[in-house]
């Protein structure tokens, strides 16, 4: 019996294996381009066009910073590609998830060890920087759920805690073209690379 497909052809000419991502064949412009064009919240946000997971990994690398303002730029460039993986398996939400069960976790730590050592990052973030940017794709998470998701701010604390106001001040989301955003991801990426 034949064995099913599992390997993506990149815009780049890359054919990214599922079952066994290289580095080699990752390259940030696939990646940005992917994130800009997948939709977080299954697509349910108020506005004109998706909000992408590529905006939401620029917002939580900057919440990451604002938390962390002496930190290394490569745990910058880690909380920028923390949903990296997205930009083949996209974004599923937490209840999908479970009901995927632990392959969809399996998969997803295979290509961000991938992801990772194409740029310089460890195969395995260490666990306080994850812990660290968890802590900012929360703080992200509330402020999407309550600006553009229709969440109610007591809805928000609830599902995601409640952040500091001093972490918020001054996000404000806007929706824009993915081709606005994916030059962005792809231009900041460039930026954090060239100071780790």
């Known amino acids: ?12 000419g890359r054919r990214l294996d599922l079952l066994d991502p290289t580095p080699v064949d990752i390259e940030i412009e696939d990646i940005a381009h992917g994130l800009a064009f997948v939709a977080r919240w299954n697509g349910q946000t108020r506005g004109d066009f998706a909000y ?14 604002r938390i ?11 909380a920028l590609l923390h949903d990296a993986p997205e930009y083949v398996i996209g974004d599923m939400i937490s209840p999908v998830k479970s009901a995927v069960g632990p392959g969809y976790g ?8 991938a992801i990772h050592i194409r740029f310089g ?24 759920a309550t600006q553009i998701a229709g969440f ?3 809805e ?41």
């Open 121 to 144: 990052l460890p195969a395995q973030i260490p666990p306080k920087i994850k812990k660290d940017i968890k802590k900012a794709d929360k703080v992200s998470a509330w402020l999407e």
């Open 152 to 154: 109610t701010k007591a």
């Open 52 to 65: 992408s997971v590529a905006e939401h990994s620029l917002l939580v690398e900057q919440i990451h910073a």
């Open 156 to 196: 928000a604390d609830r599902f995601f805690g409640v952040p500091n106001h001093s972490l918020i001040n001054g996000f404000s989301i806007k929706l824009r073209p993915p081709v606005e955003v994916r030059a962005e991801f792809t231009a900041r990426h460039h930026h954090l690379l060239s100071h780790c």
């Open 1 to 12: 019996m034949k064995q099913p497909r599992a390997w993506q052809r990149m815009l780049s």
């Open 68 to 78: 962390y303002p002496a930190g290394a730029a490569k745990w910058r460039l880690a």
């Open 106 to 113: 399996a998969l997803d730590d295979r290509l961000a060890a």
